[in-house]
Nanobody, 129 residues
Framework: QVQLVESGGGSVVSGGSLRLSCVGSGDIYSNHCFYWFRQTPPGKEREGVAHIDSEGRIRYADSVKGRFTIARDNAKRSLYLQMNSLKPEDTAMYYC??????????????????????WGQGTQVTVSS
């Protein structure tokens, strides 16, 4: 049974920072891609924020480049998202995810297909102006 648990969300004012964490348990593999997504409002399509592969290669959405940093610690089975210079438009529920299969390259559209990824329950980030 794979489980991903996010934490670190909260409410900040514009320009502030938050650090999200995602801890995995079960059959979490260090050679799989890991992702951060966000969604607002509930039910809307999830937006890929950043992903990182087993070699540490990273890609960010244009909207967060230069402000967010994704990192992973395989020994701790953890994924992180450091978010700086937060803006009101960053307000969303943030989810971590990982591919069920060992594949490359990381692909937002792949992991969002039903049954192709493991997902956490999300952590809410609210940025006020």
């Amino acid at each position: 049974q794979v489980q991903l648990v996010e934490s670190g969300g909260g409410s900040v004012v514009s320009g502030g920072s938050l650090r999200l964490s995602c801890v995995g348990s079960g059959d979490i593999y260090s050679n799989h891609c890991f992702y951060w997504f966000r969604q607002t409002p509930p039910g809307k399509e999830r937006e890929g924020v950043a992903h990182i592969d087993s070699e540490g290669r990273i890609r960010y959405a244009d909207s967060v480049k230069g402000r967010f940093t994704i990192a992973r610690d395989n020994a701790k089975r953890s994924l992180y998202l450091q978010m700086n210079s937060l803006k009101p438009e960053d307000t969303a529920m943030y989810y971590c995810a990982t591919d069920r299969a060992d594949r490359w390259p990381c692909d937002y559209s792949y992991v969002t297909q039903p049954g192709f990824g493991y997902w956490g329950q999300g952590t809410q980030v609210t940025v006020s102006s």
